[in-house]
């Protein structure tokens, strides 16, 4: 009788251990366009993030204007949908796959660009720098002490 309350308890245990590592394994698993799944703990993202939102925070940043922030959203919501449609090709390799990311990227960059006026386009290149600092960063192991990057630029 006591082995069998001992052996009740240990299996209960364990479950108990191992639900909120499989809960936590299953939201990371969610679909991207899972409105839950893309913004995380600090406003971390999981999965790219809407256009609609990356349009609301370029506008704060950048002070768009309507026209702007219109055609901004379609840019964002065409790199928005190659991304998803690259995403579910299985096809290309990973190395392959990241290339066609990384030209998306620029291209949707590049569009972005051209819509800005001077001033805006001085803060979209420092915005686009400390972006690339923080990428950087991540690739190459820990930073130096005390200088750790924080989730990346919101763009």
Avoid: Y
Wanted: charged share 25%.
């Amino acid at each position: 009788m006591f082995k069998q309350c001992l052996l009740i308890l240990l299996a209960v245990s364990l479950v108990l251990i191992a639900a909120p590592f499989a809960a936590a394994q299953s939201s990371n698993d969610s679909p991207p366009n899972n409105p839950q799944s893309s913004q995380g703990n600090g406003g971390w993202h999981h999965g790219p993030p809407d256009p609609a939102q990356r349009t609301q925070e370029l506008t704060k940043q950048l002070k768009l204007t309507s026209d702007q922030q219109a055609k901004v959203q379609d840019i964002l919501q065409s790199e928005h949908s190659q991304m998803e449609a690259l995403h579910q090709d299985s096809s290309l390799s990973q190395q392959d796959r990241r290339a066609k990311m990384m030209d998306i990227r620029k291209s949707t960059d590049t569009q972005i660009r051209a819509l800005l006026d001077s001033n805006q386009q001085k803060k979209w290149d420092e915005m686009q720098a400390k972006r690339e600092q923080w990428g950087q960063g991540r690739r190459h192991g820990p930073p130096d002490a005390g200088d750790k990057p924080g989730p990346p630029p919101q763009l």
